[in-house]
């Protein structure tokens, strides 16, 4: 049973435009919600977060949107730019236990 | 160290036999966490220390896997009578504090385990 999914496993855009990632969930217990990024032959990285008592979290070029009532969150990236280029995990937590759940994954390829 | 190590960055093992993954965290992070990613797959979490005990184990898959965090830094994930199903890249990640700060982690680069 997949909790976190992420339907899109890849998605290419132009250099400069707007990235939109998206990401669902099932479990309502989640409470907070993540963006981690990977790069060939390393681990993930700690991009953003966001708390289920927010709808919105800014963080330079990265924006993270949480719609509660639909289990989705997005994470925007405006301007795209060529080392954005990744593949982009969701994750979540619930209650406060340690434990992430991520996404399937999803593959960002910024064309030059 | 700067980062979280984990060695060997590769491993092939036969079918049936033992194998044993290191991971070093940030000197200084509590807290030391084990996830598998199967090809295609998101990290799946295996077990959660904080300082030398297991706080969470319940995503070991069964009884051939086990994790040792003996002085609270290093841990070692084992995996007895090894399947081809194991194979997948392990990764280890760490944290300095529980709470939401706790979900940042910082993963190593993983250990990619074959079983043939």
């Known amino acids: 049973d997949q909790q976190v999914k992420q339907n899109s496993p890849s998605l290419s855009v132009q250099e400069g435009r707007i990235s939109i990632l998206n990401c669902d969930y099932t479990n309502s217990m989640f409470d907070y919600f993540l963006w981690y990024k990977k790069y060939p032959a390393e681990g993930p990285t700690f991009l953003i977060s966001?708390?289920?008592?927010?709808d919105k979290n800014e963080d330079g070029r990265f924006t993270v949107f949480l719609n509660k009532s639909a289990k989705h969150l997005s994470l925007h990236i405006v301007p795209s730019q060529p080392g954005d280029s990744a593949v982009y995990f969701c994750?979540?937590?619930?209650?406060?236990?340690?434990?992430?759940?991520f996404g399937t994954g999803t593959r960002l390829t910024i064309i030059p | 160290g700067a980062g979280v190590s984990q060695t060997p960055s590769n491993k092939v093992t036969e079918k049936g036999k033992y194998v044993e993954l290191r991971c070093d965290p940030i000197s200084g992070h509590t807290a030391l966490y084990w996830y598998r990613q199967s090809l295609g797959q998101g990290p799946e979490f295996l077990i959660y220390f904080q300082g030398t005990g297991a706080a969470d184990d319940s995503g070991l898959p069964n009884d051939r896997f086990f994790a040792v965090r003996p002085e609270g830094s290093v841990s070692t994930l084992k995996i007895q009578r090894t399947e081809r199903g194991d194979s997948a890249v392990y990764l280890c990640a760490s944290s300095a504090i529980g709470g939401q700060a706790g979900y940042r982690y910082t993963f190593g680069s993983g250990t990619r385990l074959t079983v043939v």
């Open positions: 994750a979540a937590s619930e209650g406060g236990n340690e434990k992430l759940t």
């Open positions: 966001i708390s289920s008592i927010k």
